[in-house]
């Protein structure tokens, strides 16, 4: 099968980039990588992304936006798939994909938490996702059980941030979710997920963090 051209526009940091990356990596196609800087877009950018957000896949130069639209097409057009056959197991996947877009919006809270009075509100936050998401777990050692899905996909650079968080102050995020810790630590070690970022991404999301006024800089005494 001949497949179009790719093209990924990125930014460093982004989970949502990440999922692209993945999802390109497990089906083993072939792409070019942009990053570009969130904070001084090129003035090309408006043009491909409506939303003015990456990702965007430039398939054959034609601008695709949203990270699931792209992660859906890419596992289309490639053999295989990443989602179940049934309809609804692969309708269930998608739903808790969304899940895990509320999961990240609490991860980016907790994150970003400005001082100590909001801290344990934005850390419980992340802890009661966790102790739901472990509730409905029926997986492992990946959420369909045996094979790598989009679900996987998109829970990995979540896992990656919390990963990075808990070593900036120790703080067991997963005490009340104990099938979700070795799932995580599957996702973690899995090739596509290690190789989904550049090298320096602990340091770096380490680094944007503490410049965010994070109380995690204040917790490090940085
Ligand atoms: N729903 C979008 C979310 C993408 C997103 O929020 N990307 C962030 C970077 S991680 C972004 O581009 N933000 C730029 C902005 O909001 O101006 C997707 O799934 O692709």
């Known amino acids: 099968m001949s497949l179009p051209k790719l093209k990924l526009i990125s930014f460093s940091l982004c989970p949502f980039v990440q999922r692209s990356v993945i999802t390109l990596l497990e089906k083993e196609v072939p792409y070019e990588i942009e990053y570009i800087d969130l904070n001084n877009p090129p003035a090309w950018f408006h043009e491909v992304s409506p939303l003015e957000k990456v990702p965007v896949l430039l398939v054959d130069d034609q601008p695709l936006f949203e990270s699931m639209a792209i992660c859906e097409f890419l596992d289309e057009v490639t053999p295989g798939s990443l989602y179940p056959e049934d309809p609804f197991a692969r309708a269930k996947n998608r739903a808790w994909i969304e899940f ?39 997986g492992g050692p990946y959420f369909n059980g045996d094979n790598f899905s989009l679900v996987d996909a998109v829970y990995a650079p979540i896992f990656r941030m919390l990963r990075c968080l808990e070593g900036m102050q120790a703080q067991d995020v997963y005490e ?13 070690q899995r090739p596509s997920v290690i190789n989904a970022v550049q090298a320096s991404y602990n340091e770096d999301y380490c680094n944007r963090i503490q410049s965010s006024g994070s109380i995690f800089a204040q917790k490090i005494g940085v």
């Open 100 to 138: 895990g877009n509320e999961l990240l919006g609490a991860v980016f809270t907790y994150a970003n938490t400005p001082d100590e009075a909001t801290y344990k509100q934005n850390l419980m936050g992340v802890k009661d996702r966790l102790e739901t998401l472990d509730e409905f777990f029926e």
């Open 176 to 188: 009340d979710a104990p099938q979700i810790a070795p799932w995580a630590e599957t996702l973690l």
